[in-house]
């Protein structure tokens, strides 16, 4: 019988959420917090005011408190775009070589990891096909990809800045308990209908024909 993962969705800050976890309550936290590049990515073209919200906020950098709730509970992280928020050294970064390369688009993405292991690459082109709802919206393949290699079975997962939603995607495919949360709105309720049309195609039946071609790290 195939156990089906918690993935429990919030709206709300993040912070409350963790505030409230005792230390080590989750085994990996995949975040891709805000990188604090609002003046940039407002003058970052056509592709960039298509996701901008309204208000034109995708939020500041985040806080030391952040980090340090972040450390608190969980015992492993992985933290997108880590190059901006002088972290410590790393010998295990990861970045996601998007193929695909253009002149206005970053033609990788870093992230920073707690693991000692070794640097990582993985290749990934983008589907184009599917409906993007978020400015920052990452292929669920990456997040397979960085679950499969950097998780253990029966690890609980965290995500503080849930956005798209394919971290809880790639967490029901591949049986993780998660918390997920999202303070806006607009996105939450976005990702949740993603994540709701997911699971109605039926895909935890075919979870063996879209894991990753990646042997594990350990």
Known sequence: ????????????????????????????????P?????????TGG?????YKKGDGDLGGKPTDEYF????????NQIIWGGNYFGLPATRCVIAWDKVAHMDTMADFE??????????????HVRNTSEKRIHICQKPVALY?????????????????????????????DLGFDMDWIELDPDYFKSAKERFERH????????????LPEQQKLF
């Open 1 to 32: 019988m195939i156990r089906i993962p918690e993935i429990n969705l919030r709206l709300g800050d993040c912070m409350d959420l963790m505030r409230g976890k005792p230390d080590g309550f989750y085994d990996l936290a995949v975040v891709d």
């Open 34 to 42: 805000d990188f604090g590049l609002n003046e940039k990515i407002s």
């Open 46 to 50: 056509s592709w960039a005011k298509k």
């Open 68 to 75: 340090d709730q972040l450390f608190r509970v969980a015992k």
């Open 110 to 123: 870093m992230a920073w990891t707690s693991f000692d292991l070794n640097a990582k690459i993985f290749k």
């Open 144 to 172: 397979k990809w960085l679950l499969s290699s950097y998780a253990k079975p029966g690890d609980r997962i965290l995500d503080t800045h849930g956005g798209s939603g394919s971290s809880m995607i790639a967490c029901y």
């Open 199 to 210: 699971k109605a195609q039926g895909q935890l039946f075919h979870i063996a024909e879209t």
